[in-house]
């Protein structure tokens, strides 16, 4: 199972605890409430703090193990 998010206000601290394997940052593109085209400064909010390779598994990794995205 995976679970997707877009603008968590306690992502930082909630995604160490779950851990990084089943979760996926969404943007929500193309609805006009999503976070494009500002995606990065939303991911460089949610992910604040945190390990690059947690913020690159969560925000790619993952979709393209579930995907099989080559």
């Known amino acids: 199972m995976y679970a997707t998010?877009?603008?968590e206000p306690?992502?930082?601290d909630l995604l160490p605890l779950l851990g990084a394997d089943n979760f996926m940052w969404a943007s929500d593109y193309p609805h006009?409430?999503?976070t494009?085209?500002?995606s990065r400064e939303a991911i460089a909010?949610?992910?604040k703090g945190?390990?690059?390779a947690f913020v690159e598994q969560?925000?790619?990794t993952n979709c393209k193990r579930l995907y099989a995205f080559d």
Do not use: I, N, Q, R
């Open 5 to 7: 998010f877009e603008e």
């Open 10 to 12: 306690l992502g930082p």
């Open 32 to 34: 006009p409430d999503s």
């Open 36 to 38: 494009f085209p500002k």
């Open 45 to 47: 909010h949610a992910f």
């Open 50 to 52: 945190l390990d690059p």
């Open 58 to 60: 969560v925000t790619a």
